[in-house]
């Protein structure tokens, strides 16, 4: 008997069990093994060809929301203005441009780019207060968020759509899956909202935010 069959063993006490039994629950013990032993090039696999659907990881609803509350709107992002009780001073789907504004009726063209949602909704009500308005009420919303990069060792390199709650794992699979000597202790970012825009490393799990520039390397062993 292997030394794995007698560590198994020992788990099943022998009194009061017939040997047809103990057979059965070592088979069973046994064939458990192997299933944890074959789950790790079946992960792969799906890893490789883009199918997340069993390997999505835990929510991670927290720490994107207190990304996103923190937020600085950047070329790319697109927003909607509203001004309460004014419609015709409310404005959908605005993209930013490259220098970081958007056209407002009657402000013309005002920069947002660098500020957060409540940065800019206090911004516009104070272009609006005195001037048009004299208490405007401001909301402001993200309709889509800039794109992110994936770079390195993927089937597909490109900018993809930013969804939120997205991760390093999941980015992998929009851009085609991983590259079989793909390394995952070798993945890297440059953070859209790092000023210093130095590459960090992170793992296969990290979040990924708008705008990020994600780089997996290649392994060499």
Same mark, same amino acid.
């Given at each position: ?22 057979? &059965? ?6 064939? =458990? ?29 927290? #720490? ?15 927003? !909607? +203005? &509203?001004?309460?009780? #004014? ?12 220098? =970081? ?9 005002? &920069? ?11 911004? $516009? ?17 993200? #309709? ?5 990069? @994936?770079?390195? @060792? $993927? ?24 590259? #079989?000597? /793909?390394?995952?202790?070798? +993945?890297?970012?440059?953070? /859209? ?5 130095? @590459?960090? &490393?992170?793992?296969?799990? !990290? ?5 990020? +520039? ?8």
């Amino acid at each position: 008997m292997s030394s794995t069959t007698s560590h198994v063993a020992s788990h099943f006490p022998l009194k009061k069990k017939s040997q047809l039994d103990l057979a &059965r629950q070592l088979r069973s013990a046994v064939a =458990g093994l192997s299933l944890v032993y074959v789950g790790v090039p079946i992960a792969w696999a799906q890893l490789a060809t883009g199918d997340m659907s069993a390997v999505q990881p835990p929510s991670l609803s927290a #720490e994107v929301s207190q990304f996103l509350s923190t937020y600085k709107m950047g070329t790319g992002d697109v927003i !909607s +203005i &509203r001004v309460f009780g #004014e419609p015709e001073l409310s404005v959908s789907n605005l993209r930013l441009s490259d220098v =970081g504004t958007v056209f407002l009726p009657t402000l013309g063209e005002t &920069r947002v780019g660098g500020l957060t949602l409540g940065e800019v909704e206090k911004a $516009v009500a104070d272009r609006l207060r005195g001037r048009i308005l004299v208490n405007p009420r401001v909301s402001v919303s993200v #309709e889509q968020y800039r794109p992110f990069f @994936m770079n390195g @060792m $993927v089937k597909s390199p490109g900018s993809f759509p930013y969804q939120p709650g997205l991760t390093v794992r999941k980015a992998s699979s929009l851009a085609g899956g991983l590259h #079989e000597r /793909a390394s995952l202790k070798k +993945i890297f970012v440059i953070r /859209a909202n790092d000023p210093t825009q130095q @590459m960090q &490393r992170i793992d296969f799990d !990290s979040v990924v935010f708008p705008g990020d +520039i994600v780089t997996i390397e290649e392994s060499f062993f």
